[in-house]
């Protein structure tokens, strides 16, 4: 077992005056030779998108795009015909395949936006383009791990073209929360969006991240009231 933790500061930063970015990998002008992906899993941005502003259209290819909308509102278009406001509670996943244009905007011309972007490499390059959205309520993450995305077919949980899942939970204060792996030798990636947790004796704090190897099962523990975003991935070369 390996467990390998990244704190908030070390991660990489933006400042485009409209965006403010926080990488946990190597992303666009942040490189760092020591935070390249973590197997399939390749980005995770933390994003505060100000008023009336945004990412325009741009494309993308054979990737799989999950967005987790934390604050705000959220305009996504995109070119196989989907448009329309997403807030919390909701999670969007687009399979880029052999090609996909979007935007991702915020539509308030006073409210920040915050979201996560997170990127997995598919299984398979040249899959036909696609989009899902999921919703999901503040009482079903309640001391749970919800599965949001999934490379299983699931009841309200977007189908990722991978072995991968990500879960979300909020724990009350006291709660251990015990997760089974989907997949038997995956990596699991723990992003603590806010409070304080404890995997395997290390803590986490607000946006610390925690990435596990060689293990089948574990628990979280919450040291006080926490939201956790947890992520399956295989953890194949991407060099």
């Known amino acids: ?5 990244h704190k908030s500061f070390e991660r990489g930063t933006v400042e485009h ?15 760092n030779p020591e935070r390249l992906g973590f197997g399939a899993l390749l980005a995770l941005n933390d994003d505060i998108i100000g008023p009336a502003s945004g990412f325009g259209m741009h494309s ?3 990737m799989e795009i999950v967005t987790i909308v934390l604050e705000g509102e959220l305009m996504h278009e995109d ?11 909701q999670v969007q996943k687009m399979t880029a ?13 006073s409210e920040k936006l915050r979201l996560l972007q ?12 696609s989009y899902e959205l999921v919703e999901f309520s503040k009482e079903s993450l309640k001391n749970r791990l919800l599965a949001v995305a999934s490379g299983k077919k699931l009841k309200n949980s977007a189908l990722l073209y991978q072995d991968s899942a990500f879960f979300l939970g909020v724990l009350e204060k006291g709660k251990e929360l015990f997760h089974k792996l989907e997949w038997k030798n995956n990596g699991v990636f723990v992003f603590l969006i806010e409070g304080s947790v404890e995997v395997f004796g290390k803590k986490l704090s607000e946006r610390d991240s925690a990435e596990i190897t060689g ?6 523990n919450a040291l006080e009231k926490s939201f956790v975003l947890l992520i399956e991935v295989p953890m194949i070369k991407t060099d």
């Open 17 to 31: 005056g409209w965006l403010h970015s926080r990488f946990s990998f190597s992303f666009a002008d942040y490189y």
């Open 1 to 5: 077992m390996q467990v390998k933790i």
């Open 118 to 129: 997170v990127w997995v490499l598919p299984k398979k390059q040249g899959l036909k383009p």
């Open 60 to 62: 993308h290819s054979d």
């Open 79 to 89: 070119s196989v015909g989907n448009k329309g406001v997403l807030k919390f509670g």
């Open 97 to 109: 395949g052999s090609g996909i244009m979007h935007s991702e905007t915020n539509p308030s011309k």
């Open 215 to 220: 293990i089948q099962d574990f628990e979280i």
